[in-house]
């Protein structure tokens, strides 16, 4: 939990939605299962900034129960919190969890952090 943040039931019903959209109702990701023999092979990805100029981060307290969604643990490095303002080529979270996980996740969690 970040913040302090709790997700409510529309919360809740909208991540159910974004994985469903994503992944169909199954929670199955086809690429990530024909490149990734191992569902649970760890690893690590960082996300960045691409956005010009200075933007307002938002969303990050979403990345835990994305993961939750799918009985995935994650470790999350913060570089930055939801509300810091942030610039082109900054990080912003180390997400640390099984390859499949996060090759599955990776549209959704982008389209949740602006």
Avoid at 3 to 20: P, S, W
Avoid at 55 to 69: A, N, Q, R, V, Y
């Amino acid at each position: 939990m970040l913040n302090n943040f709790a997700i409510n039931h529309l919360d809740a019903c909208l991540l159910d939605q974004a994985i469903e959209e994503d992944l169909s109702l199954a929670h199955i990701d086809l690429t990530g299962r024909a490149l990734f023999s191992s569902s649970k092979e760890p690893a690590e990805a960082t996300l960045y900034s691409k956005h010009r100029g200075l933007f307002i981060l938002s969303g990050l307290c979403l990345i835990e129960p994305l993961f939750s969604k799918l009985q995935a643990p994650c470790q999350l490095i913060y570089h930055a919190h939801d509300g810091d303002a942030r610039a082109c080529g900054e990080p912003i979270v180390t997400i640390r969890s099984d390859i499949q996980a996060l090759v599955s996740l990776e549209r959704t969690l982008l389209n949740f952090i602006r």
